[in-house]
């Protein structure tokens, strides 16, 4: 056991998802290492405790995860678990720390940034209760790392990661387990897993996209070899450190092969795509892609469908940039809505406290309190399970949803790499710009509530603020505006649209959203302080 003196690094401040940078800047001397040890510090030491650790196989997980494990050695802990080969999605990482009754556990993983020695890397921590660390603790590692003057580490050699069974470094118990196994099993729990199986059977087809990222061996255990979807059914399958130089972001943008597919003459009847690390879905019908709002408004109605679910739902909860879709759900359905800051963070203590059952974000994450990670691959099993026993086409019940909530039309429209004083003028200057806001009339819009959005939480009263400037009208439109807390370079501006229908629900969004769209740039000046006409990625 060593004591290394170090030198703090000054920028290791986690933002929406813990602490993400360039590869090559985790890879310096030190920098991983004194990140640790901030998170050993910010949870009163490793003393004593068990962790699981895990990662989405991307570029440097399998170093990161023997550094850790002998850091974890030499600040006394007494068992770590670990996913073979060091592997681990998120969603599985979630519910490992919480079916073994861990105090936790470090997740290696960028989500769904490109891997690769010139991509991203990334690393957070999550609770005993399998989420993600709240603010308070994630300041606390801000402000450990910042401060660091040394870190202990285990001087030895590499542990086998690849044969399941257990080892030990200096004491310490290493438990490696099947990364697939117990993730599988608990869906079993929740889903019809023979109804899906029959509808199969019955020659229903699919297409899932793991865009070589960490859910191909997730999926194809579940949907080909459980479920008896037809051998082929999961496309990049294989996981691979630079994800085959794909961008694991399922969306139509970066998932364009799977839509060009579910768009095509012999499209299969269902189409779905996973991110990095496994916590992100998209579902797309034939012929039809789903937002990820809408989605969630459809689980939320139709949730009772499944198994893991058949006694209802206690209440739902979005982050704030998500559509209302799912508040018209649960207004029919006489439930509470939370509406939350943007990361999943946030909805780990409505979750704990029973208060909600589902929850999303407008980003394809999906989730409920099976864990405390948004979860891709449940969501799919979701929409299959309600498949299969609504057995209905995806566009049909879309239909029918729309008619009979109407329409939460929704886009979101990202400006990439701009840079970054650029973006925090344009943030500042609208912000200063809305108390002005209310009353004014834009593209034919009334104002009615402009307002930076503060959160506090209903559980232990914390409060959070600046969380996303949003500009209400009078005929219930949206506009959101907030930087991205989880890009590498430069600032991302995300712009979040949405206009309700009650009728006319098979425009295109981007046509029925034009008017809001034209308004958000007139108000927040984007093409002013940023340069910028056409966002980069739409979805
Ligand atoms: C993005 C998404 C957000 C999600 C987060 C982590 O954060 O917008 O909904 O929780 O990734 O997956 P952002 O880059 O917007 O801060
Ligand atoms: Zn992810």
Redesign the pocket.
């Known amino acids: 056991m060593t004591t290394i003196q170090t030198v703090a690094f000054k920028d290791q401040k986690p ?3 813990g602490l993400r940078k360039k590869t090559r800047v985790f890879m310096q001397p030190h920098y991983l290492e004194n990140f640790v040890q901030a998170i050993f510090a910010s949870i009163g030491g490793a003393k004593g405790k068990t962790f699981v650790v895990g990662g989405d196989g991307r570029f440097f997980n399998d170093r990161a995860v023997q550094v850790i494990l002998r850091m974890a050695a030499a600040n006394g802990a007494a068992r770590v678990i670990v996913g073979q080969g060091g592997v681990l999605s998120t969603p599985a990482a979630s519910n490992l720390i919480r079916q073994r009754g861990t105090d936790g556990g470090i997740i290696l993983s960028a ?2 940034n490109p891997g690769g020695e010139d991509e991203d890397f990334g690393i957070k921590f999550n609770m005993a209760n399998g989420g993600p660390a709240p603010e308070s603790v994630t300041e606390a590692m801000y402000e450990a790392a910042s401060n660091l003057t040394h870190y202990e580490i285990a001087e030895t050699q590499d542990i086998d990661l690849n044969t399941i069974g257990q080892s030990d470094i200096g004491g310490m118990a290493v438990e490696v387990v099947d990364s697939v196994a117990d993730y599988a099993a608990l869906m079993e729990t929740l889903f019809d897993f023979d109804a899906i199986r029959a509808m199969f059977t019955g020659g229903f087809t699919m297409r899932f996209d793991a865009m070589c990222a960490v859910t191909g061996p997730y999926a194809t255990e579940i949907l080909e070899n459980r479920l008896g979807a037809a051998p082929g059914t999961v496309t990049h399958g294989t996981p691979l450190p630079d994800f085959g130089g794909m961008h694991p972001d399922p969306n139509p943008t970066w998932a364009h092969e799977l839509m060009a597919e579910m768009m095509g003459d012999d499209a299969p009847d269902f189409g779905a795509a996973s991110d990095g690390d496994g ?2 879905n998209m579902v797309v019908g034939r012929g039809i892609y789903i937002s990820p709002s809408d989605s969630l408004a459809v689980l939320a109605a139709n949730a009772h469908l499944a198994p893991g679910y058949a006694k209802g739902i206690a209440g739902v909860a979005r ?1 704030m940039p998500t559509s209302a879709a799912v508040d018209r759900v649960a207004a029919a359905m006489g439930l509470q809505s939370y509406e939350t800051p ?3 963070k946030f909805f780990g203590n409505l979750l704990d406290a029973g208060k909600v059952t589902l929850c999303g ?3 394809f ?1 999906t989730g409920s309190d099976h864990v405390r990670e948004k979860d891709g691959l449940w969501a799919v099993l979701l929409w299959l399970n309600i498949l299969a026993v609504r057995r209905q086409s995806v566009a049909a019940i879309m239909a029918e949803h729309f008619a009979k909530y109407g329409r939460n039309y929704y886009s979101r429209h990202d400006f990439e790499t701009i840079e970054s004083d650029k973006a925090d003028s344009m943030m500042t200057a609208l912000r200063d710009s809305l108390a002005s806001l209310p009353g004014q009339e834009v593209e034919g819009m009334t104002i009615s509530a402009a307002d930076d959005f503060a959160y506090t939480d209903p559980v232990d009263a914390s409060v959070s603020k600046k969380q996303g400037v949003r500009i209400l009208f009078a005929d219930g439109s949206r506009i959101v505006l ?1 930087l ?4 590498t370079q430069g600032a ?1 501006l ?1 712009l979040y649209l949405e206009r309700y229908a009650e009728t006319g629900l098979d425009s295109d969004p981007q046509e029925a959203l034009a008017p809001v769209i034209r308004a958000a740039h007139k108000l927040a000046r984007i093409t002013e302080f940023t340069g910028r006409t056409e966002p980069d990625v739409v979805t």
């Open positions: 933002g929406t998802s989500s769904h916590d992100r982050s943007t990361g999943w974000e407008e980003s994450g907030r991205s807390g989880t890009g991302t995300r």
